[in-house]
């Protein structure tokens, strides 16, 4: 870790007066404290000020009542902001702040020609959250800054109706800091118009999931005032949340799951069945499940289209093993944002759906400190000359590289044969092999069984020789034909056979309590540290992808196949940072059905595939970083 770097005496008071945007202090004229560069814990958590505001979305009416929509933002500010203190924003939008709906999830059994078969499941488990129950008003409001939690459009105390992801959700925080500079309307309980006299307009936008997905959307509109946002977990297009390659397609654990379903289950606000019913129903039947087609609708949801209009910074985080939020969405967000050279820094770990609070709290907590201390406070804080990822490699084995993916990585061609192998050196005459197609196995099942198998083709390299390090988006290129069946999926595994010591998915405390900032009554400010969980596995599948073969050019069109004619698919694994040691073996698997995330045909479709002429493209690191 680079420390930061202190400044001479005489620049921190004047930082003290200037670069925080406060008068000078007098009696009447609180300021904020720097010391080390950094602002310092001076106000009193429990002497807080809260405020409620429901803030005018202005040109939005999307439950069509006459009237644009509304969102209550939930504040919490230091009293001294009430003595001419003025302070930025750390806002945390979201649809969960109040409990959500149970709603069933479709069916992903289907007949021949993708009609579901009736089986349902409900979604009853999805992320919830209670104002001010996490650390940003422990930590941050002591060191001068404000907290607002804005809850979306048609849930809670909001108005309008939630179309997960469309633009009248961003329109919701967006408004919210169009107000907080003076730019748009807001109101208390009693409809008095009320100001945000209190804010510099400055805001930094964070949260986990579909809390960090709308820091991408708002920033995705150019909005004056967002000066820096923090998603974690976060979808950048959510298309590829419920679609891959033309197919329709479930985040991990939430099989039949859809955008309808996401925004019946926020639906919280009064009457919301009654008033929003028609917009749900549109939802259902405008989200195509058979085709899996990109289509205007997605389009309208995909926030990598404006990334041009991006003038915050970014700090990007996400779990290398997230099947939630697949690793895609934050990868090409993040090349989007490189491509434009947008100010930014990222942290990959080997945890799955989580907050990094909950993984590397202390050095969380001051490289968050740092970022917001700079692009908030405009304090020369020493995080940008740190380098710009933090990358989990192992287990608790953090390291730093200038940039994501790592320099130095290139493309390697992978070439599969006949007889299971896998190498460097292209063989086209090998045999042409195939495989049945079937929905009962997982493809951790398909995987795990030792040699040939009628329901999957793999292919393995020998031993590795030296450790191999993957960093970036692999790609697979399969030369094959389809006959006897309906499935339409090509599903392609990267395997890493070798019994190892692996993430298992699971955070286990490590018995230290960890405080961070001022407690009050039901808040201690403290919290116990965690550590990843891990369990002594024989493989593990470092990354999947999948292609409705009917979209094999383009994501937005179905073409049928011929039965028996030989295409060539080309298509993405989910990006990946990954370690591949020595003495393992290197795989990749080819499946039709994927049982826990496509839709499941019935069983029958014949796969032959020319291994001969199919390709294994990986990104990998040479040099010294590898």
């Keep these: 870790m680079h420390p930061w770097k202190a400044l001479a005496v005489p620049l921190v008071a004047i930082l003290t007066v200037t670069m925080s945007g406060a008068s000078p202090a007098t009696a009447v004229t609180p300021a904020i404290k720097i010391e080390n560069n950094a602002t310092q814990p001076v106000f009193s958590r429990a002497d807080a000020v809260k405020q409620t505001v429901f803030v005018e979305v202005a040109g939005t009416d999307s439950d069509d009542d006459g009237q644009p929509d509304r969102v209550a933002m939930d504040i919490l500010r230091p009293k001294e902001t009430d003595q001419g203190l003025k302070v930025p924003v750390i806002m945390e939008a979201s649809p969960y702040y109040a409990p959500g709906n149970d709603v069933p999830n479709h069916p992903v059994d289907v007949d021949e020609n993708g009609n579901p078969l009736p089986t349902l499941k409900s979604m009853t488990d999805k992320l919830a959250g209670e104002p001010f129950d996490g650390y940003y008003d422990n930590y941050f409001l002591p060191r001068g800054y404000a907290i607002a939690l804005v809850e979306n459009v048609g849930s809670a105390r909001a108005t309008g109706c939630p179309s997960s992801g469309d633009r009248n959700e961003t329109a919701g925080p967006k408004a919210a800091i169009d107000w907080l500079n003076g730019r748009a309307r807001g109101f208390d309980a009693d409809g008095n118009e009320v100001s945000a006299t209190w804010s510099t307009g400055k805001v930094g936008m964070i949260g986990v999931s579909y809390n960090g997905t709308l820091p991408n959307a708002v920033a995705s509109t150019g909005v004056e005032g967002l000066k820096t946002i923090v998603p974690i977990a976060a979808i950048s297009s959510w298309y590829d949340y419920y679609r891959a390659n033309g197919g329709v397609l479930a985040p991990g654990g939430y099989q039949g799951e859809d955008l309808d379903v996401l925004a019946k289950f926020v639906l ?258 403290c919290t116990t540290l965690r550590r990843l969980g891990t369990a002594t596995t024989p493989y593990k599948i470092v990354s999947r992808g999948w292609l409705d073969v009917r979209n094999r050019h383009r994501a937005d069109r179905t073409e049928p196949l011929r039965p028996g004619k030989e295409y060539t698919f080309t298509w993405d694994f989910q990006p990946k940072d990954y370690l591949f040691k020595k003495g393992h073996r290197l795989g990749l698997v080819i499946i039709s059905t994927d049982r826990d995330y496509t839709l499941r045909y019935p069983a029958g479709t014949r796969v032959t595939v020319s291994p001969g002429h199919s390709s294994l493209r990986l990104p990998v690191v040479f040099g010294r970083l590898a």
């Design 268 to 525: 919280t606000r009064d009457k919301g069945f009654e008033v929003c019913g028609a917009k749900m129903d549109a939802l259902t039947a405008n989200q195509d499940r058979v085709t899996g087609d990109y289509s205007p609708l997605w389009d309208a949801r995909n926030y990598v289209n404006d990334v041009n209009k991006v003038k915050a910074s970014v700090f990007l985080v996400h779990g290398l093993n997230d099947w939630n939020v697949k690793s895609k969405q934050f990868a090409q967000w993040w090349y989007a944002l490189a491509k434009r050279n947008v100010p930014r820094k990222i942290w990959l770990h080997q945890g799955t759906h989580m907050n990094p609070f909950s993984l590397r709290t202390a050095e969380w907590l001051r490289q968050l400190h740092g970022w917001f201390d700079y692009w908030l406070q405009g304090i020369d804080s020493g995080i940008m000359r740190e380098p710009q990822a933090d990358v989990e490699i192992g287990v608790g084995e953090w390291q730093q590289h200038a940039s994501w993916p790592l320099p130095g990585a290139t493309t390697v061609s992978l070439h599969p044969a006949s007889g299971e192998r896998l190498g460097l050196l292209p063989r086209p005459l090998s045999a042409r092999e195939s495989f049945v197609d079937q929905s009962t196995r997982t493809a951790e099942q398909l995987v795990e069984t030792a040699g040939a198998d009628p329901n999957r083709l793999a292919y393995r390299t020998g031993e590795l020789p030296a450790d191999v390090r993957i960093s970036g988006t692999p790609t697979v290129s399969v030369r094959a034909s389809f006959k006897d069946g309906a499935s339409p999926y090509l599903t392609a595994l990267l395997v890493d056979y070798g019994t190892d010591v692996r993430p298992d998915g699971t955070l286990l405390s490590t018995g230290q309590t960890y405080c961070y900032g001022e407690g009050v009554p039901g808040d201690t400010g």
